[in-house]
């Protein structure tokens, strides 16, 4: 593992998306021994599977204990059923979450069938806000730069909020549905504030075709057309890469 703080942000290399993945697992599992009702932002796609896996195996082998953990996912597609194989809620329940004897009342997920979806937003925040903000929240990153479905824009929206999806994320996402036209065109998603006041941060980026987004993250601007940059600005953030992720990084700042 090669470390580095780069513009105030620190930055971790690992040999292999193995490794990286045993490095953010052990962390979430400090974190939650540290403080036993922790409370644990989690994120979706295939970069933190892995990580997901090792957490679990962890807790069947009896060395942490998540039965008062609280865990708020940073996003929904929305309209989806809670029991649609592509859904959050599903992925979460199934690669996760019934794996490690949580409490279902301590899982927060936003409600892809929400009929009042601004009360579902302001609900969700309030519920986040009410238990002291968020412990350790994990990220990945889009290949547009979003974190959550916050997409490229001309401002930050805030808040969490009904996002439409950017043709990018979508064509991305494509590969988990039967067809292009099958994937949901919106989705809810945590803010960037809400993600923001979050205690401690975790990136986590796989794959050579993240190389090109993480090195322009480390541009000196911070601009709401690549969300992530606004990651520079806060005070406890680790940002984990394997080397492909890595490459263009290492080439110039390693």
Known sequence: MQCKNLKGVNVMVFDSHEELSEYAAEEVVMQVKKKLNSVLGLATGGTPLKMYKNIVKINRNGLVDF???ITFNLDEYYPIAGDDKNSYRYYMWSNFLEKIGIDEENVF???GEAHNVLLECETYDENI???????????????NGHIGFNEPSDSFQLDTHLVRLDDN????NARFFNSQQSIPSKAITMGIHTIFQSKKIMLLATGKEK???IFELFSD????KLPASI???????SILL???????????YF
């Open 211 to 213: 190389e090109q987004i």
């Open 231 to 237: 990651l520079k600005l806060h005070n406890n953030v």
């Open 109 to 111: 997920i936003p409600n």
């Open 169 to 172: 994320t979508i064509k991305a």
């Open 129 to 143: 806000n009410s238990l002291g903000g968020i412990d350790l929240q994990i990220l990945g990153i889009g290949n």
């Open 242 to 252: 394997d080397k492909q992720a890595a490459n263009k990084l290492l080439e110039v």
């Open 221 to 224: 601007y911070v601009d709401p």
């Open 67 to 69: 039965s008062k953990v």
